[in-house]
């Protein structure tokens, strides 16, 4: 299976400590994504890091990609309890691939 | 309002029985994905289209069937569901494949009883 592994599977934080959660493939990485997923609902696009990147940030968040490891982290800074929710990384495998694969999700509990 | 929409939300079906989940979306994308979600699983993709009449399988496509006939729809289809496709359904799009940010319908249950 392509499909990518989070870690941890489940997180849970204080109100304004930081989160991290990490993701790898087998297969290379190219133009990952992460998602956030609120209980049973659709998943919301968060942040896109392409394979040249090594860093992005928007807001609060701050993913990181290492390709030679074929892994991405995604940290949440001064967490809030609305940050509740599974996140997943998400990969386009191999070049022009259109297959696109999502890791098994990490649930975030932030407690007030 | 830009959007992907599903129909129906719930369903509670006897295993057999032909039926089809509708997708579409008003924003002219290209791509469109079927996923189901199931619990420790994460979301595995089903089916997706790059175009009008272009299909292609995802990891999971087995006992599922697809039609792209016009882009905004993407119907997803079960000829003779069975219990193990008991899970929740998602249809996304994007403006192309290949990396592009993903819009994601709010979801159909699906119970094959």
């Known amino acids: 299976s392509q499909q990518g592994e989070e870690d941890p599977q489940a997180l849970s934080i204080q109100e304004g400590e930081n989160a991290t959660m990490n993701c790898s493939y087998k297969?290379?990485?190219?133009?990952l994504q992460w998602y956030r997923q609120n209980s049973g609902r659709g998943l919301v696009h968060l942040i896109l890091?392409?394979?040249?990147?090594r860093e992005k940030h928007s807001g609060r968040l701050r993913v990181t990609l290492d390709t030679s490891k074929k892994s991405s982290s995604l940290l949440i800074t001064a967490s809030r309890a609305a940050d509740t929710a599974s996140y997943f990384c998400?990969?386009?495998?191999?070049?022009?691939?259109?297959?696109?694969?999502f890791g098994k999700g990490t649930k975030l509990s932030v407690i007030p | 309002e830009a959007q992907v929409t599903q129909n129906p939300r719930y369903l509670i079906t006897v295993t057999g029985k032909k039926l089809t989940v509708t997708c579409s979306q008003n924003?002219?994308?290209?791509?469109m994905s079927w996923y189901r979600q199931d619990p420790g699983l994460g979301l595995r993709q089903i089916y997706y289209?790059?175009?009008?009449?272009?299909?292609d399988k995802g990891d999971v496509p087995e006992g599922y069937k697809v039609s792209r006939k016009e882009k905004r729809n993407f119907p997803l289809i079960l000829e003779s569901p069975s219990p193990n496709q008991t899970s929740l359904y998602f249809c996304?799009?994007?403006?192309?494949?290949?990396?592009?940010?993903?819009?994601f319908g709010p979801g159909t249950r699906l119970t094959v009883l």
């Open positions: 996304a799009s994007s403006f192309t494949g290949g990396g592009n940010e993903q819009f």
């Open positions: 297969t290379s990485i190219n133009n």
């Open positions: 890091i392409r394979s040249n990147e």
């Open positions: 998400a990969n386009f495998s191999g070049a022009g691939s259109y297959q696109l694969t």
């Open positions: 924003m002219n994308h290209e791509y």
């Open positions: 289209s790059m175009n009008v009449e272009v299909t």
